[in-house]
């Protein structure tokens, strides 16, 4: 069990006992408790990202777009990372002194 969850068990445990509302039969699952991480979005920064396959980044795009990850651009952007600009507008942030780097399509086609 991850600290945080036994810190939080721990605390409804001890207000409980407190206000007399536990019984012998209350179970007290830690699953039931949300983590502060599960509260806030994760927020991930791009300083020097040169790309790389495609079929993982939109994957990770999607990801990223289904949690609600916010995406910072802070540097290197190029290839396929450029395609972290499709998410939405409120989950971007363009920092000054990001720069993107696109080329033309390559590989196999079919």
Known sequence: MALKSM???????????????????DRIEPASFLSNDE????????????????????LRMREWLEEGTQVRFAGKCQSACTLYLG???EQTCISDGATFGFHSPYGVSG
């Open 7 to 25: 810190r939080i068990m721990v605390a409804a445990l001890g207000m409980a006992a407190a206000s007399g509302s536990l019984a012998a039969q």
């Open 39 to 58: 509260y806030l979005p994760r927020v991930v920064t791009i300083r020097e990202d040169r790309g790389g396959r495609v079929i993982l980044y939109g």
């Open 87 to 89: 998410l939405s507008q």
